[in-house]
């Protein structure tokens, strides 16, 4: 494992349903990230927070909701999502969002499906 | 926020040759970080090689080397001696605040 585990690994849900995903780090690190990655399209930042306090927040719709109740842990709640919400969420972590300079640690993601 | 751009959405190479993967991007600051990331199919994104932008010297890293034109806002990869492993989707990534990606090249070796 690479010190960032993404849990579930995948999911499929109704656009009615609610679901969360799950990051977890122990490196120490105290930066975490929220990526979505689509079929031959940039990966988009969705989200970052530094010691728990929420820094950016990339015009996302609110159906999406991150949470971090501490450094080591990120949580990003789903609910009424679209078919085109379907993706790779990747998770993401660094010393500190200033201190990204030596490359960001990623989890292996959850692939989403909404259907 | 900084733009990438990764022109080539494919590639191919044969084993034990050298391939270059292009990338470009934008950005008005003077102090930033570029990073090739590596993503095989197990999804996880793995770091290949990292460049300082205040630093000339291109970065090697074993088998990987980069060309690292400031000027041009260039930031190329070069793999040589490619192995089957090396078969995967590389990104290319800017951070100054945050670390944005190009869309990505798909890389396929020829055994």
């Excluded at chain 1, 996302?60 to 909701?65: G, H, I, K, Q």
């Excluded at chain 2, 950005?27 to 000339?56: C, G, H, N």
Aim: contains cysteine; charged residues 20%; aromatic residues 12%.
């Amino acid at each position: 494992e690479t010190g960032v585990t993404q849990t579930p690994r995948h999911l499929v849900m109704g656009m009615t349903n609610k679901k969360s995903l799950k990051c977890e780090q122990h490196l120490g690190h105290n930066a975490m990230y929220w990526y979505k990655q689509s079929a031959k399209k940039p990966l988009e930042l969705m989200f970052v927070y530094n010691f728990k306090e929420q820094t950016e927040n990339n015009s996302v719709p609110s159906r999406f909701s991150p949470e971090c109740p501490n450094s080591s842990h990120l949580f990003l709640h789903l609910h009424t999502l679209q078919p085109e919400d379907s993706a790779l969420y990747l998770c993401a972590s660094s010393q500190d969002s200033g201190q990204g300079n030596y490359g960001y640690t990623f989890g292996s993601g959850t692939r989403l499906t909404v259907v | 926020a900084q733009t990438v751009t990764q022109s080539q959405p494919e590639m191919s190479v044969q084993e034990a040759e050298t391939v270059t993967l292009s990338c470009t991007y934008d950005t008005s600051e003077s102090d930033y970080y570029l990073f090739w990331y590596k993503q095989p199919p197990s999804r996880q994104m793995i770091l290949v090689i990292r460049q300082e932008a205040y630093k000339q010297q291109n970065a090697t890293e074993n088998r990987f080397s980069v060309n690292f034109q400031k000027a041009a806002k260039s930031f190329s990869l070069k793999i040589s001696d490619s192995q089957l492993g090396d078969a995967a989707m590389y990104f290319c990534a800017a951070l100054n605040f945050d670390m944005r990606f190009g869309a990505g090249t798909r890389l396929t070796v020829k055994p």
